[in-house]
Nanobody, 127 residues
């Protein structure tokens, strides 16, 4: 059974950095897409970054391009999101998700349907 567990969130000042981790169990991530989404209060999920496939292609939303970097460690079966130059508008709950399971999935981004999600980790950026 697949499972995703996020960690690394917290409170940081504007301009600071955080690294989020998405530890995956139950399947090997190399073949699949792992994406980061975020949801701020009162707003819909926003797809912010994705890393996918054997080719390890990466994708970013315009709102984070140049500030965030996604990577993965296949030996740890973990995906990371390095977030630099954080802004108050980055405040949200951050989730990782995968298309390893996509049956009935309603959230789609970068050509994939994401049906398995982690529990989320809170990121708060103070001004």
């Amino acid at each position: 059974q697949g499972q995703l567990v996020e960690s690394g969130g917290g409170l940081v000042q504007s301009g600071g950095s955080l690294r989020l981790s998405c530890a995956v169990s139950g399947f090997a991530i190399e073949k699949y897409a792992i994406a980061w989404f975020r949801q701020a209060p009162g707003k819909q999920h926003e797809a912010i970054s994705c890393i996918k496939g054997y080719e390890e292609s990466t994708h970013y939303a315009d709102s984070v391009k140049g500030r965030f970097n996604i990577s993965r460690d296949l030996t740890k079966n973990t995906v990371y999101l390095r977030m630099n130059n954080l802004k108050p508008e980055d405040t949200a709950v951050y989730y990782c998700a995968t298309d390893w399971f996509s049956e009935g999935a309603r959230v789609t981004a970068w050509g994939r349907f994401f049906g398995l999600w982690g529990q989320g980790t809170q990121v708060t950026v103070s001004s």
